[in-house]
């Protein structure tokens, strides 16, 4: 069985400011790691993933992703908020025998303050 | 490339009816996902459809029900509405279906059940 817990429902950041994401996944065999964004009336966009190789992931609009294994996290980070990253992001994990199956987080909603 | 369509965009419906929604996937896809997402619940997989076979099946009530047409377009149907089914239903699609292959979602279908 897989889970995904997401630290913090809300988030409120100022632009220009870090944006940190906190994501820590349960899984009994090796991982595959998503961030997804949702913005209001509109379905999820993939940010980045985490399959295989390199654990430091960069994804669109910006943002990245550490996977440590030995903390069972894949936080989202953002060095510079933008109005434009007001949204609902999502962390999900899969696994091989998974196949398309995901599992998502409960969701976090960033606020971008001006 | 058009994206994922879902259809209808919205819909009202009654306790104990039933409805059909249904998705239309990106031209060349051939997997295709259903999920449901609640404000209580969060995103909660429903099922995946390969080429016309169902290949993936979340813990939902038989009531829910899904199927794939030789086109790749899919439909899923809930039966009997509960109040509980209230909630915003996304498909996804992908090529292949699996973890390496990205999933593109619509926009989703929201579902008010009175």
């Avoid at chain 1, 988030?11 to 949702?38: D, I, K, M, T």
Wanted: charged content about 15%; some cysteine; aromatic content about 12%.
């Amino acid at each position: 069985a897989q889970s995904v817990t997401q630290l913090g429902s809300h988030v409120s950041v100022s632009e220009g400011a870090l944006v940190l994401l906190r994501c820590n996944y349960s899984s009994s065999v090796p991982p595959y790691l998503f961030w997804y964004v949702q913005y209001p009336n509109q379905g999820l966009q993939l940010l980045l993933k985490y399959t295989t190789g390199a654990t430091l992931v960069k994804g669109i609009n910006g943002f990245e992703a550490e996977f440590k294994k030995s903390e069972t996290s894949f936080h989202l980070t953002k060095p510079s908020a933008h109005m434009s990253d007001a949204a609902e992001y999502f962390c999900a994990v899969s696994n091989k025998a998974a196949g398309n199956k995901l599992t998502f987080g409960g969701g976090t909603r960033v606020l971008v303050k001006p | 490339k058009a994206g994922v369509t879902q259809t209808p965009r919205y819909l009202i419906k009654t306790r104990g009816q039933q409805v059909t929604l249904s998705c239309s996937p990106i031209s060349g896809h051939r997997s295709v996902s259903w999920y449901q997402q609640t404000p209580g619940q969060g995103l909660q997989f429903l099922f995946e459809y390969f080429s016309e076979t169902q290949r993936n099946k979340g813990n939902f009530p038989g009531r829910f029900s899904g199927r794939q047409f030789s086109n790749s377009r899919s439909e899923m149907n809930v039966s009997t509405l509960e109040l509980g089914d209230s909630a915003l239903y996304l498909c996804a699609s992908s090529f292949l279906g699996d973890f390496l292959n990205e999933q593109f979602f619509g926009p989703g279908t929201r579902l008010t059940v009175l």
